[in-house]
């Protein structure tokens, strides 16, 4: 590590709420290294407090914005409380770089300790965060931020990794973004446990509202019904509680105005509501259920792939690529042939 | 196992609104594979700081053209230490006065970069000194 500091008494600073030791420690985490791991190993008893909110939406919808006049409000209602924002950024496909911009609509929050912001690069994931975004927020669950908010890329239709992390996922949405809004939010919508039409200022956002209430119409009772409707690919059907339609949640739709301050107060209305809600339905510990078990299978995934692909020397793997070229095989078959040689 | 990237803040201290220069700096840094984060316009030595601290960097590049450089440039400076990151590389880039030059590097100031320095050099020299700075 960058430090050679003892992630043991690396945790510990944490615990004492030194701002420059968790920092290191998000570095460590961020970059999947032994420390990291140690760190999060050590502190990870004390984690399962955080409220992890997740924010997402297209490019240019104002979620930065909104994190900034969310997480002010909530430390104003919540003076002793620590507030973390994690805020993703795309890497460059090409170099491998990033400009992370987030900060420059944070202002508001800068001078108050009890907030940290920290910026991410996607680092070649695809789902709308960093392969390490989950551990980031189990780290600063561990040191003791109740409330952790959790700012994706610019959203389009499939980077829906939030649903798996987020106790609560805010979808911003903004007028003016065209009438393909339906076509957009067949996957989004989804997600959406709160949704957001900022720049209520601009003209279009009676007719944005209108598509978000019809589509949320058009979703209640197919969605609504299961609770597990986030958690199908993982299998998490079977365990989640059934809850009655009476006491579904439906999503509301709130106009703010973010760099204005407008709505967002309703916002973390919202966000209280939504978390009791959760609470008194057994949701909260259902979603727990859903990020524990989809981080192990990722690592899991990660894990064994990396012990497989080390079984195979690099002649093996190209002879085999070339078999494929010469089309002398399938991708398939060579993969099968591989597979059973170990 | 992941490995590190080059964590560059680049800010804009000061009152003068003209941030195309940082923005070509946080662009060739990023071409250069660098993760920069980027706080824009009219920040204070404290925000500097502070953004440098979460955000755990490298180096910290700021871009003055306003000519208060010998006020902000000290105080950055000694804010970085004081938090016990002291050993954050600090590049200079705008217009500051041949004279002033080895003043600001006798305070700690790694390099300084006027107009028309090939933003080659400055990726090529912060990755040198951050990669001296973990040696």
């Known amino acids: ?342 | 196992m992941g490995e590190g990237k080059i964590r560059v803040l680049v800010a804009k201290p000061g009152l003068d609104g003209h941030d195309r220069g940082a923005k070509v700096i946080a662009r060739a840094l990023r071409d250069a594979g660098m993760e920069v984060i980027y706080t824009g316009l009219r920040q204070t030595p404290e925000m500097i700081a502070e953004a440098a601290l979460q955000e755990d960097v490298d180096a910290v590049g700021l871009s003055i053209l306003s000519g208060a450089h010998m006020a902000l440039v000290p105080r950055v400076l000694e804010l970085l230490r004081k938090q016990g990151q002291g050993k954050v590389s600090l590049f200079l880039g705008g217009i500051i006065p041949e004279e002033d030059i080895p003043v600001l590097k006798e305070m700690g100031v790694t390099a300084i970069y006027g107009p028309g320095t090939s933003t080659q050099v400055v990726a090529e020299t912060i990755r040198q000194a951050v990669e001296q700075q973990s040696a």
């Open chain 1, 1 to 342: 590590m960058r430090w050679n500091i003892d992630p043991q008494s690396l945790a510990e600073t944490i615990l004492q709420g030194d701002r420059l030791a968790l920092a290191r420690a998000c570095t460590e985490v961020e970059n999947d290294s032994a420390a990291g791991e140690q760190v999060i190993s050590t502190l990870f008893q004390k984690s399962g407090k955080a409220h992890l909110v997740g924010i997402t939406g297209s490019p240019g919808t104002g979620k930065s914005s909104i994190v900034n006049q969310v997480a002010r409000e909530y430390r104003l209602r919540h003076p002793d409380s620590r507030v973390a924002i994690i805020a993703v950024d795309p890497t460059s496909p090409f170099s491998g770089g990033a400009v992370l911009g987030d900060r420059v609509r944070m202002r508001d929050l800068v001078g108050d300790e009890q907030v940290f912001i920290r910026s991410m690069a996607t680092r070649g994931a695809l789902g709308g965060l960093s392969r390490q975004t989950t551990a980031l927020a189990l780290l600063f669950d561990c040191a003791g931020y109740e409330l952790v908010i959790i700012e994706t890329v610019g959203a389009g239709q499939s980077e829906v990794d939030i649903v798996r992390l987020a106790h609560t996922t805010i979808v911003v949405e903004a007028p003016g973004l065209g009438d393909d809004i339906q076509a957009i939010k067949a996957g989004i919508m989804e997600i959406a446990d709160i949704l957001v039409v900022n720049k209520a200022d601009h003209p279009g956002v009676e007719a944005t509202e209108r598509a978000l209430r019809s589509m949320l119409e058009m979703a209640q009772g197919r969605i609504r019904i299961n609770t597990g409707h986030h958690g199908g690919e993982l299998g998490m059907t079977g365990k989640s509680i059934q809850t009655s339609p009476a006491v579904a949640w439906m999503p509301s739709v709130l106009r703010t105005v973010a760099i204005e301050n407008k709505g967002t107060r309703e916002v973390v209305d919202e966000i209280a509501r939504h978390r009791v809600w959760m609470e008194i339905n057994g949701r909260w510990s259902a979603k727990e259920h859903l990020r524990l078990r989809s981080d192990l299978v990722n690592r899991l995934k990660d894990q064994l792939f990396d012990h497989w692909l080390g079984k195979f020397t690099e002649s093996q793997l190209e002879g085999m690529v070339e078999q494929v070229m010469a089309r002398k095989k399938s991708p398939y078959q060579a993969a099968s042939e591989l597979l059973s040689k170990v």
